[in-house]
T-cell receptor
């Protein structure tokens, strides 16, 4: 069974440029998460989806970040414009369980460097 | 006060020893507790979950939960160099969110 797939694995951009990350969860997993992880820190939740619905986006900086999961399967996270402080690893995770669960499967992450 | 706090590492143990990783949490209504392992440059991987007070064993790993003390720990017996990684404690708080600690870096020396 394929795991959570993310792309791109690495992205280097100039500040003020836009960037997008894509995630395809494990087949059948209705819950999808986007986390941000800074070096030496634990993952921090950006947004949680149950199917197409964003059920927790309270920590998503909506002035520059947006996310979508139009058909309840794959998802895109966008940053526009990117700032230096956005340099981090963006992790996508999925779960077969609804609600708040810790049984998450993570993708390999997308490492963003903003110059 | 941080919602989830872990030992400030790094923690270094010799091969074959017991590694003890600790985590405290602030939300007394938290119900679910998890330990993730993260190898350098890789993504977190779930290794243990615990939902009720007491011990839960899985191979060389034992998770311990004490809700009264708001404390959860992970013991790794017969530590191996392949156990060298960062261990993340995660707590599902009553605010309906999974919150991770900063992690404790473990090094097992051959």
């Amino acid at each position: 069974e394929a795991g959570v797939v993310q792309s791109p694995r690495y992205k280097i951009i100039e500040k003020k440029q836009p960037v997008a990350f894509w995630c395809n969860p494990i087949s059948g997993h209705n819950t999808l998460y986007w986390y941000l992880q800074n070096l030496g820190q634990g993952p921090e939740l950006l947004i949680r989806y149950e199917n197409e619905e964003a059920v927790d986006d309270s920590q998503l900086p909506k002035d520059r970040f947006s996310a979508e999961r139009l058909k309840g399967v794959d998802s895109t996270l966008k940053i526009q414009p990117a700032e230096l402080g956005d340099s981090a690893v963006y992790l996508c995770a999925s779960s077969s369980l609804a609600g708040v669960t810790g049984e998450l499967f993570f993708g390999e992450g997308s490492r963003l460097t903003v110059l | 006060q941080k919602e989830v706090e872990q030992n400030s590492g790094p923690l270094s143990v010799p091969e074959g020893a017991i590694a003890s990783l600790n985590c405290t949490y602030s939300d007394r209504g938290s119900q679910s507790f998890f330990w993730y392992r993260q190898y350098s440059g890789k993504s977190p991987e779930l290794i243990m979950s615990i939902y009720s007070n007491g011990d839960k064993e899985d191979g060389r790993f034992t998770a311990q939960l004490n809700k009264a003390s708001q404390y959860v720990s992970l013991l790794i017996r017969d530590s191996q160099p392949s156990d060298s990684a960062t261990y993340l404690c995660a707590v599902a708080t009553s605010g309906s969110r999974l919150t991770f600690g900063e992690g404790t870096q473990l090094t097992v020396n051959p």
